[in-house]
């Protein structure tokens, strides 16, 4: 049986997804502020990753579905390309980032009760903020480098009742429908879906080009759209810490790394490799 809210965010999404006499495609791609995977992360008392402690960027994923996103308005596929992001205010530099590649504008759900939100979550704020908007196609990374959960792609579908093409690495619309190559262990997977749908793309499918001067001054002047939960229809309750079904049990650092043990060996061989078997069967790696 469907969850209430399910049915309530399909019928608002239904009802904005196809305005009539909009011929191209507009496209939504959610995007997230991560910690710099290239820093030091602190841990919080809330066993949560401390954000504050370094310096924030746009997801690397989302790098990828913004480019997609680009090429499918030079092509002439699609009309507008607009961010979407969940937020504290600080993320308003990851949405100027993501607007300096080019997308058009942006909507930035900004309530302190989003904080602690996980996956499910996290999609649900991102439907709830589609509800008023038209869109055919969400493009978006297939992870965060945060999380690695690649759970929110396909909840985010779950929640606006629309197909999910995941793990995306080559990508074509045309007629009213989306084809992709799915990434599988052995091999791809062609699959297509009429529009609209949620598409996810993993690294192979284009090399994001850098954002050009021009396109970062004029970042600055693209409208952003702010809004919190009230705004969309949501209850602090529902969402955040409160309404996470995830709980983190407990969390800790990475151990430093150790040396490494080292074997003199006699000049034969026999010595290092008499070594290395031991050390092999005592790790159980054979």
Same mark, same amino acid.
Request: hydrophobic share 45%; net charge negative.
């Given at each position: 049986?469907?969850?209430? =809210?399910h049915d309530r965010v399909r &019928?608002?999404?239904?009802?904005?997804? &196809?305005?009539?006499? !909009?011929?191209?495609?507009?496209?939504?791609?959610?995007?997230?502020?991560?910690?710099?995977?290239?820093? =030091?992360?602190?841990?919080?008392?809330?066993?949560?990753?401390?954000? =504050?402690?370094?310096?924030?960027?746009?997801?690397?994923?989302?790098?990828?579905?913004?480019?997609?996103?680009?090429?499918?308005?030079?092509?002439?596929?699609?009309?507008?390309?607009?961010?979407?992001?969940?937020?504290?205010?600080?993320?308003?530099?990851?949405?100027?980032?993501?607007?300096?590649?080019?997308?058009?504008?942006?909507?930035?759900?900004? =309530?302190?009760?989003?904080?602690?939100?996980?996956?499910?979550?996290?999609?649900?704020?991102?439907?709830?903020?589609?509800?008023?908007?038209?869109?055919?196609?969400?493009?978006?990374?297939?992870?965060?480098?945060?999380? &690695?959960?690649?759970?929110?792609?396909?909840?985010?579908?779950?929640?606006?009742?629309?197909?999910?093409?995941?793990?995306?690495?080559?990508?074509?619309?045309?007629?009213?429908?989306?084809?992709?190559?799915?990434?599988?262990?052995?091999?791809?997977?062609?699959?297509?879906?009429?529009?609209?749908?949620?598409?996810?793309?993993?690294?192979?499918?284009?090399?994001? &080009?850098?954002?050009?001067?021009?396109?970062?001054?004029?970042?600055?002047?693209?409208?952003?759209?702010?809004?919190?939960?009230?705004?969309?229809?949501l209850d602090p309750a529902q969402?955040? !810490?409160?309404?996470?079904?995830?709980?983190?049990?407990?969390?800790?650092p990475r151990p430093p790394k150790?040396?490494?043990?080292?074997?003199?060996?006699?000049?034969?061989?026999?010595?290092?490799?008499?070594?290395?078997?031991?050390?092999?069967?005592?790790?159980?790696?054979?």
């Amino acid at each position: 049986m469907a969850h209430p =809210d399910h049915d309530r965010v399909r &019928r608002a999404a239904a009802v904005v997804r &196809r305005p009539a006499g !909009r011929l191209s495609v507009r496209i939504i791609c959610p995007v997230k502020r991560v910690p710099d995977t290239a820093a =030091d992360k602190k841990i919080a008392d809330d066993r949560t990753v401390d954000r =504050d402690a370094c310096e924030p960027v746009l997801n690397a994923n989302d790098e990828w579905a913004i480019e997609e996103a680009m090429r499918a308005k030079e092509a002439g596929t699609a009309g507008e390309a607009i961010a979407l992001c969940m937020g504290p205010e600080t993320a308003q530099q990851t949405l100027r980032k993501a607007l300096s590649y080019g997308l058009d504008g942006a909507i930035h759900v900004a =309530d302190e009760a989003c904080a602690g939100s996980d996956a499910v979550g996290t999609a649900r704020v991102l439907a709830a903020a589609l509800a008023d908007q038209p869109w055919d196609l969400i493009l978006m990374g297939n992870q965060s480098s945060d999380a &690695r959960t690649m759970l929110v792609p396909a909840m985010l579908a779950e929640w606006l009742g629309v197909p999910a093409l995941t793990y995306a690495k080559r990508l074509a619309i045309a007629d009213g429908e989306a084809t992709v190559d799915r990434e599988m262990p052995s091999g791809y997977q062609t699959v297509t879906a009429p529009l609209p749908v949620v598409v996810s793309v993993v690294e192979a499918i284009n090399e994001p &080009r850098y954002p050009s001067f021009k396109g970062i001054m004029a970042a600055k002047n693209k409208p952003v759209e702010t809004k919190d939960l009230a705004a969309i229809g949501l209850d602090p309750a529902q969402v955040g !810490r409160a309404g996470a079904r995830a709980q983190v049990i407990d969390i800790a650092p990475r151990p430093p790394k150790q040396a490494g043990e080292s074997v003199a060996d006699d000049g034969s061989g026999e010595v290092g490799a008499r070594a290395l078997a031991e050390f092999l069967v005592q790790h159980k790696l054979i």
